[in-house]
């Protein structure tokens, strides 16, 4: 069973141009939200997160929007720029701290210059 | 932040014969963490590693396929036993840099079975 689903394996963007990522989740008990970037033949670099008494966080280039009800949760890219080329993960846990993160299986991000 | 080394970042290993995967942290952490990511999948905890007690295994994981060491706050050991080419993955150690921070990765060790 996959609590964490990113159903875009795949996604180009026009340099300059938003670049939105998605994540849906099953469980209703997660409660703290993560998105990793990962370059080939590197680990996986913590880029932002969000807790689920918000809707909103931001980061420079960086949001994270968070949709409870609709358990859904997206990372927009703005400006889109070539070195964010790489594979994005949305992760979830009970609570912010706990070691047990369920990744989804990420969408590979390809910006165009 | 934690700066981790793994080690061997690759590798190619024959059926049946085991690897030791080290990874080493330049500051002491509490808890250490050991991930896979088969083909194509997500990143899946194998385990969690305290220092100075066993590892904490998650479901369909078990010791003696996947041995750890923790001796002591800022170096762990996962050992991959009898593999076989179900086991050809990327294993990932991770950190929790101080309690409740974001967990910081290492760059993983790619190992291909035979």
């Known amino acids: 069973d996959q609590q964490v689903k990113q159903n875009s394996p795949s996604l180009s963007v026009q340099e300059g141009r938003i670049s939105i990522l998605n994540c849906d989740y099953t469980n209703s008990m997660f409660d703290y939200f993560l998105w990793y970037k990962k370059y080939p033949a590197e680990g996986p670099t913590f880029l932002i997160s969000i807790s689920s008494i918000k809707d909103k966080n931001e980061d420079g280039r960086f949001t994270v929007f968070l949709n409870k009800s609709a358990k859904h949760l997206s990372l927009h890219i703005v400006p889109s720029q070539p070195g964010d080329s790489a594979v994005y993960f949305c992760a979830a846990s009970i609570t912010p701290g706990t070691y047990k993160y369920i990744f989804g299986t990420g969408t590979r991000l390809k910006v165009l210059a | 932040s934690a700066v981790i080394s793994q080690k061997p970042s690759r590798d190619i290993c024959q059926r049946g014969t085991s690897l030791t995967i080290q990874c080493q942290v330049d500051s002491q952490v509490t808890m250490m963490f050991w991930y896979r990511q088969q083909p194509g999948q997500s990143l899946t905890l194998i385990a969690t590693?305290?220092?100075?007690?066993?590892?904490?295994?998650e479901s369909g994981f078990v010791i003696d396929k996947f041995p750890i060491s923790r001796p002591n706050l800022t170096f762990s050991t996962l050992t991959v036993s009898n593999m076989s080419p179900e086991d050809s993955s990327i294993y990932l150690c991770?950190?929790?840099?101080?309690?409740?921070?974001?967990?910081?990765f290492g760059d993983g060790t790619r190992l291909s079975i035979l």
């Open positions: 590693a305290n220092q100075g007690s066993e590892a904490t295994y």
């Open positions: 991770s950190v929790e840099p101080r309690e409740g921070q974001p967990q910081h």
